[in-house]
């Protein structure tokens, strides 16, 4: 939280992050069939410092390839098409796609990543003291004893024995490989941290734990966080806002506690009722149809074909996506969707 | 199939470079069968005259036209590395496969054999073979006892293949789909062993020319049948490098090179074409 | 009456390790249960990763022996079935739903391929027109045709369709009995309910027998009528889902049952917050 206050306070209203009108597309070419996946498709978007965005969405809703854009971590074919991604680094505006070179620099000092599975950021034949190094110690600018020190209170802070910097990933559990490629994330500090299903890979028991360390180091770092994942009661427990993705777009994005109240498009709607709950045992209904292909999606609004609201507009215009409330919604009939 | 070709050619840089050495080499040694002279015979032409338009890559000590027996040399060569290929890519095939799939007591007496053939070294026993059987060698059998030498690394790698895939939960499903054993290896595990097949494929007929090569080097072949290794041994024995007959030595390696070149590029880019990652992308996976 | 499956005392040890460090795993220890044949129901078994529970479906199947112990398929011992015959009769009458859609359906492989299968070995079905109608009638079941499904590949099917599929095809020959591991974990949210709903479709109109396998307890919750759960490969707890999961006696299930996160934004923070709070006065963390 100190840390937080440091910053001069108009830069603290500039949100974090600015993406406008962004659109990456698959484009390939495999001896002759050409195939384009527009896999984010006009999402614009701002996050706030110190907060906690969640983006939830169904696989190959096109959720990783949009927080993969930007990071400014995408590989052809994913190309970007149109559109910027900025963030505000220390009162220093960074255009990720217009200068490379300063964003490999705020790589790991000012953004850094928590990936689903431990062992892409652990190598499983060398220690794990091996990995900070790696990864944090050309950011930080200290000399070995000072990082050392540093390495040290910080897995404290985190709840990890520092002995564990001599250990071999495999010797350690699930749930401390994760806090380790949390504190490898947050060693430096960094303003912006994006969280890549987390969660998903660990026991039950371990995820709220997990959960809660992330909230925990991010309220004193005083970073941002997005935080992506499928799972809706993982949003409801971390997330300050969500935004829903369908099928590369941004559908509904909203403060949490009202996403999950008052869910405005229909989509985000069956979303929520559909999610069972211990103690209650109402049928739970499916959504018709399947998740439409990205790479032929439906004309207009994209949910149309699934949709228990569409009508005639719905088939043709894609709705825009607009302000309502306390969110936005992209949906011609938003004000019409009831809460399950 | 042909609209297969058609795409690779056109899409495919490698695939078209390979294929056009590849199929000019090939109907150059298919030349051979219209040869103005028997390729056996010798001392019915000038020897040692250089490369000219009349002999377009000269004659050879022995006075033998440098560009017919190479056609013949290379036709004999290929006949012999693809037949040494395809008995020991069906071998391979088999053992790896079953052996990959049983798994184990079968697994292990097969690769028991399997090792203890790596362990064999490869021409000390071509030397026996070729000592005990004198006077009925041929060249049949001489590809077979190459072919008997040449699967065994490669069922290795086609066993491992196929043991990560005898755990895929697809091939549990099948099994409860009531699919039989060689349903299957033949129609699930085969598209994905096929790219390790056509590799192999590749590796071993180049290391099989190569056995070819130095056995006929070392005149442990029917040196009166032409190939690219006896042209080699009888160049040799005539010193022609010596005697500055270059063209005797350099037409034949340049031509294996292209050869070897053209089948490396086929390899390579019918490899991609037939991989399973590829064919799912442009399936649309 | 012979129960449809009996486990009697079944335990499964594997040794792991190298040469000098051999060690005993406890995969399974001392688990018993009984399925009756008359009484069609959905009977769960929970667990984390390592609690045996897949150990345990993988040797209901047939696919691993017991090292001690009896699991007992309408009266015939699993582990005994050696011919092809036996065990292509077994498998008529127990079938299998894989974790993953998409790693249980070959990629290169059509789907009715499957289906098609499945209806020549163990309905005997010679002519196509034959197969095809079973494959037919079994796909309407869960709410598909064959036409939806013919000649395609398991990339063109959203991962709820494919799991739909593969209990179509698991129900061609007519089973008693379904084990599915985790069936739902990999399929997307808005098409999970689908599959769980049809689970309970399958025991009301089939009389099919499922055994459903999962670490998710709300699901469990939603659909099971008895269930069980496993703690480092022994039932800790067992009985009527309702009791077990609303209120569980045993500590590890009290634990598992807290830490499924609740659908509500006010709820969910609490836990996390309250968590928080604990960490800050006990550990290292607050300095």
Redesign the interface.
């Known amino acids: 939280m100190l840390d937080a206050l440091a910053t001069p306070s108009e830069t603290r209203t500039r949100p974090i992050l600015e993406v406008k009108g962004l659109k990456a597309y698959y484009q ?6 050409q ?1 384009e996946v527009r896999a984010v498709d006009d999402v614009t978007m701002t996050i706030s410092r110190g907060e906690i965005y969640g983006i939830a969405g169904e696989s190959s809703s096109g959720k990783s390839s949009l927080i993969k854009t930007i990071a400014g971590a995408i590989r052809p074919p994913l190309r970007v098409v149109e559109g910027s991604v900025k963030f505000d680094f220390g009162g220093k505006t960074l255009d990720v796609y217009a200068d490379p070179a300063r964003m490999k620099a705020a790589r790991w000092q000012h953004l850094s990543y928590i990936m689903q599975g431990s062992m892409n950021v652990l190598n499983p034949v060398r220690k794990v003291k091996h990995a900070f190094h790696d990864f944090a110690y050309k950011h930080m600018s200290l000399g070995e004893g000072d990082f050392r020190q540093r390495l040290v209170s910080h897995l404290e802070r985190i709840g990890l024995d520092p002995r564990v910097l001599e250990s071999y990933p495999h010797q350690l559990s699930g749930g401390m490989r994760q806090r380790l490629t949390i504190a490898l994330a947050t060693v430096c500090e960094p303003e912006f941290i994006i969280a890549d299903e987390p969660t998903t890979a660990l026991d039950v028991l371990v995820q709220q734990d997990v959960l809660a360390l992330i909230k925990d180091v991010q309220r004193r770092m005083g970073s941002s966080i997005i935080f992506v994942t499928h799972d809706m009661t993982v949003h409801a427990a971390i997330a300050d806002r969500i935004g829903i993705v369908y099928a590369g777009r941004l559908v509904e994005e909203g403060p949490t506690l009202d996403v999950f109240q008052q869910p405005q498009h229909p989509y985000t709607a069956h979303l929520i009722a559909s999610l069972p709950r211990i103690g209650d045992l109402r049928k739970r209904k499916a959504l018709p149809g399947k998740p439409p292909n990205l ?1 032929e999606p439906p004309s207009g609004c994209r949910f149309h074909p699934r949709c228990p609201l569409a009508i005639d507009i719905c088939k043709t215009e894609n709705p825009p996506l607009e302000t309502r409330g306390t969110g936005r919604v992209a949906c011609w009939r938003a004000g019409e969707v009831e809460a399950a | 199939m042909f609209k297969v070709l058609i ?2 050619l ?3 840089r490698e695939f078209a470079i390979g294929f056009v050495l590849t199929a000019g080499i090939f109907l150059f040694a298919l030349a051979h069968f219209w040869a103005p002279l028997p390729d056996t015979a010798i001392y019915l032409l000038p020897p040692d005259m250089p490369p000219s338009t009349e002999y377009w890559f000269g004659t050879t000590s022995r006075g033998q036209d440098v560009l017919w027996q190479m056609s013949s040399a290379i036709w004999n060569t290929m006949l012999f590395g693809l037949t040494v290929t395809i008995i020991s890519r069906i071998l391979a095939v088999a053992v790896g496969m079953v052996s990959g799939y049983l798994g184990g007591r079968w697994d292990q007496a097969m690769m028991t054999i399997n090792d203890t053939m790596i362990a064999l070294p490869n021409i000390p026993i071509l030397l026996l073979v070729y000592f005990v059987m004198r006077d009925s060698m041929s060249w049949p059998i001489l590809a077979l006892t190459a072919a008997l030498l040449g699967w065994n690394y490669d069922a290795r790698l086609i066993r491992s293949v196929t043991l990560s895939l005898r755990n ?3 091939t ?8 039989s054993v060689p ?1 299957i290896l033949v ?2 595990h085969l ?2 062993v096929m790219p390790v097949i056509f590799f192999t494929a590749m590796n071993n007929l180049i290391w099989a020319i190569g056995l070819e090569v130095t056995l006929s080097v070392l005149g442990f072949s029917d040196i009166n049948r032409p190939t690219i290794g006896g042209m080699i041994y009888w160049a040799n024995q005539h010193q022609a490098i010596i005697a500055g007959i270059w063209w005797w030595i350099a037409f034949p390696i340049g031509a294996i090179v292209l050869l070897f070149l053209g089948l490396f590029l086929l390899a390579i880019s019918v490899n991609e ?1 037939i991989d ?1 990652r ?8 | 009456m012979t129960p449809l499956l009996e486990l009697n005392g079944v335990n499964k040890d594997y040794s792991i390790g190298g040469f000098l460090d051999r060690s005993t795993l406890h995969a399974v220890k001392d688990v018993s249960f009984k399925l009756e044949s008359d009484k069609p129901e959905i009977f769960t078994i929970v667990g984390e990763s390592g609690s045996g529970k897949t150990t345990t479906a993988r040797m209901i ?1 047939g ?1 691993e022996t017991p090292t001690s112990g009896t699991l007992r398929f309408m009266g015939q011992d699993i582990a005994a079935i050696r011919s092809r015959a036996d065990r ?1 009769k077994f ?1 008529a009458r127990a ?2 739903i ?3 859609p998409f ?7 059509t789907l009715d ?3 098609f ?2 209806a ?3 309905l005997g079905l010679k002519s196509r027109a034959e197969v095809e109608a079973a494959a037919d009638r079994s796909l309407q079941h869960v709410g598909l045709s064959l036409t939806e499904v013919r000649g395609r ?1 398991s ?2 099917l959203s991962g709820g369709q494919l799991q739909r599929i ?1 209990v179509a ?2 129900l061609i020959p007519g089973p008693k009995l379904i084990v599915a591991d985790e069936p739902v974990s990999m399929v997307d949210a808005s098409l999970r309910m689908s599959i769980v709903n049809l689970f309970r479709d399958l025991r009301d109109n089939l009389g099919v027998s499922i055994i459903y396998i999962t670490h998710d307890l709300s699901t469990a919750f939603y659909i099971s009528d008895r269930v069980i759960i496993m703690y480092r490969g022994e039932v800790v707890e067992s009985g009527d889902a309702k009791t077990v999961l609303g209120s569980p006696t045993h500590a590890y299930s009290r634990a598992l049952r807290n830490a499924v996160l609740p659908p509500d934004p006010i709820a969910a923070r609490a836990i996390i917050e309250a968590k928080l709070a604990d960490a800050n006065l006990a550990g290292p963390a607050g300095a």
């Not at chain 1, 390939?28 to 069939?33: A, E, L, R, W």
């Not at chain 3, 790693?103 to 492989?109: G, K, M, R, S, Y």
């Open positions: 390939m070419n495999y001896f002759g069939v195939r790479s | 795409d690779l056109r899409y495919n895929r939960e697809f549990r499903h099948a099994v409860f789909a009531g699919m349903q129609r699930q598209p994905y074409y399973p590829s064919r799912l992308s442009r399936m649309g996976a | 199947l696919n292509l498998m079938q299998p894989f974790q993953n790693e249980a359906f070959n990629p290169l492989t391929y499957y289906l299968s499945t020549r070995r163990f590949y990339h063109e593969a095809r698991a």
